[in-house]
């Protein structure tokens, strides 16, 4: 099993910033890309931003220039810096992550999530 957990939501004034980290632990053979979704009230949830084991990046067109993605393999965590934070950035952020794992022989990949990150922006 493997456990996402995230951290650093908050209330920010728009035009402020914030940094969510999520960090995975358990049997994890290999973390693969992990990402960071966001599903604002009555919404569908949405990426945001992805990154690949070897750091490729992308965005959804309504971050591009204000967000970053980044990981830190060594600590199995992905960050996402905030900046310039707008009303309309406000839902639950979710980390996703990838995870190839090794058990009874053979390796398989499944995708895990956390439990969710309030972050509301006030005008």
């Known amino acids: 099993q493997v456990h996402l957990v995230e951290s650093g939501g908050g209330l920010v004034q728009a035009g402020g910033s914030l940094r969510l980290s999520c960090a995975a632990s358990?049997?994890?053979?290999?973390?693969?890309?992990m990402g960071w979704y966001r599903q604002a009230s009555g919404k569908q949830r949405d990426l945001v931003a992805a990154?690949?084991?070897?750091?490729?990046?992308n965005y959804a067109d309504s971050v591009k220039g204000r967000f970053t993605i980044s990981r830190d393999n060594a600590k199995n965590t992905v960050y996402l810096q905030m900046n310039s934070l707008k009303p309309e950035d406000t839902a639950v952020y979710f980390c996703?992550?990838?995870?190839?794992?090794?058990?009874?022989?053979?390796?398989?990949?499944?995708?895990?999530w956390g439990q969710g990150t309030q972050v509301t922006v006030s005008s």
């Open positions: 996703n992550a990838d995870v190839s794992q090794y058990s009874g022989g053979y390796y398989f990949t499944n995708a895990y």
């Open positions: 358990g049997s994890m053979f290999r973390i693969n890309a």
């Open positions: 990154i690949s084991s070897s750091g490729s990046t």
